[in-house]
């Protein structure tokens, strides 16, 4: 169903798309849509009014840098607006410069929208001595916006420049491998570790040069004796090593030593696949030291973690009734390895029943620390009211940075159990559905009396008749194979054809004698009769039956082993043929009926000769 | 034409011929109907003793029906004979391999004996053959396989006769004729089973196993109403049993009975 066009709130709606809530809501329609049309006036009315507040700026990592360094030049656009231009640069004299791209970040509050654009630019110094970054300009809403200038020295050497914070590439990369194209090197932030605690492993891939269309494939090092962790995202910036600018990526990842004594890394790869070659960077395997937990001071109750912990613990509810399911949670938050955090030990209560515990964990990698928090959670059905005390939590750890154990304790809890209804069964833990209860078991019932009891124990297979059975289709298949092939070769061989045919094709003529002789044509009827045997016997010796004469049609009786008999009866019949068909007067129907059946016992006769040997 | 007419006809005779054979009916009794009919209102009546005894009666009479080897079963069950209801739930199962009622019913009943099976693990592959084959009846396999057989035939006709089919009608043969193998081999193997291999089920409350036939030899084992064991040989009143394939010795007939006696 389509709404109507006409009315102009349905075909507003219509057009945004939401007809399906309307065909459910048509008489809310109204309402709805001057509510949500108030709401994006309300909306635009602040976007209207607090367009002039708009900040444009210009900032600097450092102001003073070596020629080996590089400088960091954001634009930064902020106000209510709704798309950002590209700044204009001013000249920069003494650099080279490379645009590292923008960063925006749109947001909606109070009814205000504002965004905030960052423009990143790297500046490389080419030339000694005090420079000024210029103004910068950008047009919003035909107005022209400008930074304030900055005044940048640049020094020779290694400038007073401080070390950029954690995230900034470390000191330098090794020097045999300056001066190449590519090259890649890992480190560690710390060669000494205890066991349980986050080692920082950092893979870094130095390129020189542009790889167009290269396809990278970052292999992982062999990670034995240490339980991992990737630290997303990867970071991108340039850095300048022996005086070449290099594209610098990273791959960080958190390793904890999971038994003490040196530990290896093996070498991480890097395969580019260009398109004509490819190459693979490996770099050298690292070792860390992992040193022991400390034996000394080691409480009782400390169970593995390592780290910095909180703890807390909550009810999911104070009050609650006999066979009111209770959550009792408990959960730990901190950095270090919170996935290996163990269950604690939960509190005994005589009068709660506890079912199974689980545990859920949640980890981030912020700052490139492994952390996070690991919740657990008991289910409690208490079966006797009163009050009760849940004694609080104790999480013992190991604090790598402080090289001291450490407690976390939770703050004890207090639950009230008011006595409920009358006892029902208890509630199974997740669901509220209850299982279908088996009370007592027995056998299957018996079944119905069927009209008939048939009997099914006779054995078809001892039934001879249906044995029999089995041999009829192949004797079926070999009669029809055999009926085919025959067939054919009747088709092919006209040899084999008129000799199979030669009976049938006489009894046919001296059948048509017959109907002759009764129409009293004996001059036709004698002509048959001849052209009956002549056929036969020219059928046989495979000649044509036209002119063949009684001489040869003896000589070659005699030739196929007929004997003297049946050869006179040839003559015989011949010649009584011949007086037939050439005497002026009508046979005699009596000779007629005789010679026919001599004639018929004379081709009965032949059959049995040997007409297929040549 | 009209031969090819004669050939379809003489061919659906055939076909006809077979199915009349396969689905003959075979020695109907109403009479019987009703006293199971009778039966069944005893059982239900809780009289579970007489139903027994109508039920053994129309055993009795040589007819042969899942049915009421089951009701009998559950009549003995009811009555707490154990081995007498596992043994009749047995034959029960040979005449209706697939039916839920009986498989659910020996397993309840198997579940409650003294001995505890321990049948080795045939492996995944073992079980899955072991569960195909208890799928048909030797008479289903004979009428699958027979069916396999006259298609094939008219699929042969078919090669023979049209030439344009030959081709698939040789890839089809093929194939039947692997289906065909396959349903043969499964029927030998249940013959087999069917005619040589014994079971016997125990109805006593216990019975002994000797090392020999007689009862001056040394007891073995004892087995407890209800177990199955295979019957490897006889010797006068004496049978040589076999149990789990490990297990054996020589028992008297008396405590047993055997589930394939009528077969």
Redesign the interface.
Known sequence: MIPPKGSTPRAYLDRIGIVGFMKHYSRWIGSFVAIGLLTVLWLLVPVVYAQEDVSFTASVDKTTLSLDDQLALTLTVEGQMRSVPEPTLPPLEGFQVYSSGRSQQFSLINGQFSASVAFNYILQPTTLGEHTIGSAEIALDGQIYRTQPIEVEVLEGRGPTPTPPEQGPAAGAPPQLAGQDLFVEAVVDKDEAYVGEQVTYTFRFYQGVELFGADLRYSKPETTGFWTEDLPPQNQYYQVVAGRRYLVTEVKMGLFPTAAGTQTVGPASLRIEGFFSGQTLATDPLTVQAMPLPQEGQPADFSGAVGQYQATAWLDKSEATVNEPVTLSFKVSGSGNVQAVPEPAWPELESLRSYEAKGTTHTSTENYRVQGEKTFEKLFIPRESGQYTIPPFQLTYFDPEAGAYRTAETEPLALVIRPGAPEGPPVSPGDQQQAVALVGRDIRHIKAAPPVLRDQGQRLYQSSLFLASWALPPLLVIGAVLYQRQRQRLRQDVRYARLRRAHKVARKRLAGAKKLMKSQDSKAFYGEVARAITGYLADKMNVPAAGLRLEEMARELERRGADQQTVNRLHRCWEECDLGRFAPVAGAPEAMVNLLAEVEEFIVSLEGLKWAAK | MGRKIGAGLA?AA?VF??LA??TR??????A??VV??RA?QL??GGRYEEAAAKYEE?VAS???????Y??LG??Y??QGKLGLAILNYERAQR??PRDE?IK??LA??RSQIVDKIETPDPGLLGHWLASLQGLLT??ET??LA?AL??I??VL??LA??VWRWRRFCLYALGFLGLLLILSLASLGVK?YQQEHIREAVVTAGQVDVFSGPGENYLLEFTVHEGTTLTVEEERGDWWRVCLWGDLEGWTQKAGLQEVQS??
């Open positions: 061919l055939i011929a077979g054979l396969v009916v075979q020695a109907q009794s109403e019987w109907a199971f009919a069944n059982y239900e129309i040589g007819l042969r029906n899942g049915r009421v089951y009701n559950n009549a069950f009811k005449l209706m009622d659910a019913n309840y009943a030797i008479d004979l009428v027979w057989y006259l094939m035939a042969a006709l023979v006769f013959l009528h077969g």
